[in-house]
């Protein structure tokens, strides 16, 4: 980690971020765009995105526009700070607890949680971009959706990316549910004719029914 952050620069952003009332932790992970730190604000643990100094793309500020549009939706994790630290931008929010869908098996009620939340951004225009990849959705004791780093306010496609995901898409995620609740030829016709509604009249109904019935 020292070529992409010096242990000066280090301690110089925790000083920054102590002047903010963040306490930076411990390293967390590394990303294509950004460093990854736990931490510690107003009580809660969070997650602090520090901007790559080699990162293809500058989309903090745009996520934390989308954070802060979100707020209350119980979607996505509270957005606490944003800014910019010798011309790199980071972003703090909330600690998400839960298990990456692409590593984890579904349980029912986590499957009707993500289509709710699904429906949720695209009824509020919120397109998240990378739905379909499986780690941007944690599992536990209820569902988060994360990094909306390439999210946009453009036409959305959740419910269908998230839905075509789980259980239509050949993928490690969808031999996993497919096997867990025994899903047949059947199942998948009407789950496909459901989105293929869903997709021309924005009514969710059919696709609770379907996934109720699990």
Sequence with gaps: MEHLISQKELE?????????????????SKGTTSLVFTGNAEGKKVII?????DSPRKNFKREAEILKFLEGEEITPRLVDYG???GREFLVREFAEGEPLLYATPQKKHILEILEKTYKLDVLGVDHGQIQGGKHILIGDAVWIIDFEKAGFRKPKNVTSAMAMIFLNDNIISKRVREEFQLDQDFL????????????TKNIEKLRELLSAL
């Design 84 to 86: 910019v630290f010798e």
């Design 12 to 28: 110089k952003f925790k000083e920054l971020l102590g002047k903010r009332g963040i306490k930076l932790e411990k390293f967390y």
């Design 189 to 200: 016709n009407s789950l496909r004719e459901a989105l293929r509604e869903y997709k021309t």
């Design 49 to 53: 995105k520090l901007e790559r100094p």
